[in-house]
């Protein structure tokens, strides 16, 4: 089945600090790809996505690019802001599974001032 | 655009009584909708999937008659958690995703439920 693995947090930067949150995949298919953030006491937001390989996906200054040949689709930015300190699920969406989101455990990152 | 509500943002019931929580998609029509549960720093379960005008197809390991799930019409679906228990206690929260947009799911801002 279809799976998403991405790095343990916590993890702890300095505000400016460059942010990297590991996430490889498996899929049967040709899934979509996913980047969420969960701030405290909220639901999910959609931070990006990419639909197909090559893609990349951009937002608020995170970037993640769909590398089909590594299947991963890390998470960065090049520089953090306290108010970036969440927990960040990557996910996929594959069409064989119904377009069900399958997720990865959650990062939590902590953006110290 | 794609703004999913949910009420209430937090409830506490004794237990054995049911509650009612509700999905809306503000803004666009949802044909589909999800309900995840979330416990504590961990990562979202699914629950459910509904589907307007038909029955939801539920997980393995989720009860039906406990967790009663209901999507009328396009913009709402309705999760019943029946005769409340302590360790239903958790995060609930759900999605929606429009005709248009198969592969992205909007999520709702969730609801905490605790049940004493």
């Known amino acids: 089945g279809d799976s998403v693995t991405q790095m343990e947090g916590p993890v702890t930067l300095s505000e400016e600090a460059f942010l990297t949150i590991n996430c490889t995949y498996t899929a049967t298919g040709y899934p979509s790809l996913f980047w969420y953030v969960q701030y405290p006491g909220e639901g999910l937001q959609l931070l990006l996505k990419?639909?197909?390989?090559?893609d990349k996906g951009s937002n608020k200054g995170f970037e993640a690019t769909y590398r089909k040949e590594t299947t991963s689709f890390h998470l960065e930015k090049g520089s953090v802001q306290v108010s970036d300190s969440a927990v960040y699920f990557c996910a996929l969406s594959d069409q064989a599974a119904g377009n069900k989101l399958t997720f990865g455990g959650g990062t939590r990152v902590l953006v110290k001032p | 655009g794609a703004v999913v509500s949910q009420h209430p943002s937090r409830v506490i019931c004794k237990s054995g009584t049911s509650v009612k929580i509700e999905c809306r998609s503000l803004d666009f029509q949802a044909t589909t909708m999800f309900w995840y549960r979330q416990f504590p720093k961990q990562s979202l379960m699914l629950m459910a999937t509904?589907?307007?005008?038909?029955?939801?197809?539920?997980e393995q390991g989720v009860e039906k008659d406990k967790f009663l799930i209901n999507h009328a019409s396009l913009t709402l679906s309705t999760l019943t958690v029946t005769s409340a228990h302590p360790e239903d206690s958790s995060f609930y929260i759900c999605s929606a995703r429009a005709l248009h947009t198969q592969e992205t799911q909007y999520f709702g801002p969730g609801t905490r439920l605790l049940v004493l």
């Open positions: 990419a639909t197909k390989a090559d």
């Open positions: 509904s589907n307007e005008g038909s029955k939801a197809t539920y």
